[in-house]
């Protein structure tokens, strides 16, 4: 498979839904050897802690069936399965290596990982009570088709939380947050894969991505309803709480 050595202009790459398909499986297949250093290395840190957040403020439920997009090498599901034990977790991710890379990890019998698209789950109606995502809406195909699906397989009244790169509705905050996202991200990834291309991407696909107010009408047109909200790493990431409406 061609990687992504050598490309440029990452917004042409992924201006369309199967342009943004290719890219992102082409991306996530080579960023995956060095995909925990990184999350770590740019979140100063605090990535681990923003992500046990995020299962924190899930509703109390009895024996869930969770779904975890863009599950990557499997954090987000480890996490609710220390959470609800009782639960039956599936972590769903497009590339293979990532896929690998969680099964590796995996010391639960009630979680599971699988190769598929956030907007082709494979699961029946309404049959799930959580879904949950780090870094994964961002880097949906097509935004409003990935909603669709995430309600679409969500019980009534059924949960779903993401935390993600938040852009204000400032185009001053957004040019500031696109370069501060564009050399710190570059860098890692020239330290890590010699070719900033891999995590620079995260301040392109911010870019396409709609500003905060824009995402929550978003949010309601396609069936939720918004429970919780909490920025943190200086306003740039958003942890987002949504109740699909009964």
């Not at 975890?68 to 959470?83: H, N």
């Not at 034990?85 to 599936?90: D, E, G, L, M, V």
């Not at 896929?99 to 029946?124: I, K, Y």
């Amino acid at each position: 498979m061609k990687n992504l050595r050598g490309v440029l202009g990452i917004g042409k790459q992924i201006d369309s839904p199967d342009k943004k398909r290719n890219f992102n499986e082409l991306h996530f297949t080579e960023a995956a050897s060095h995909y925990d250093i990184a999350t770590r290395a740019m979140s100063l840190g605090r990535d681990q802690a923003w992500k046990r957040h995020l299962v924190a403020v899930l509703p109390e439920v009895s024996n869930p069936t969770c779904v975890d997009l863009a599950s990557g090498t499997g954090d987000i599901a480890f996490l609710l399965a220390e959470r609800f034990p009782n639960s039956n977790i599936t972590g769903i991710d497009l590339t293979e290596e990532m896929v690998t890379l969680a099964q590796d990890r995996n010391r639960f019998d009630n979680v599971f990982f699988t190769c598929r698209d956030m907007a082709e789950t494979g699961f029946d109606d309404a049959c799930v009570d959580i879904v949950t995502g780090s870094y994964a809406l961002r880097n949906a195909p097509d935004l409003g088709e990935g909603l669709h699906e995430i309600n679409r397989i969500l019980k009534p009244g059924g949960c779903a939380a993401f935390l993600d790169f938040s852009k204000s509705a400032h185009p001053v905050s957004q040019s500031c947050q696109y370069w501060l996202l564009k050399c710190w991200c570059g860098l890692w990834g020239t330290l890590l894969h010699a070719n900033p291309t891999i995590h620079a991407y995260i301040a392109d696909s911010l870019k396409q991505f709609p500003a905060r107010d824009d995402y929550y009408q978003l949010v309601k047109t396609s069936g939720f309803e918004i429970v919780s909200s909490r920025l943190f790493y200086f306003g740039m990431l958003e942890l987002l709480v949504i109740r699909k409406v009964s």
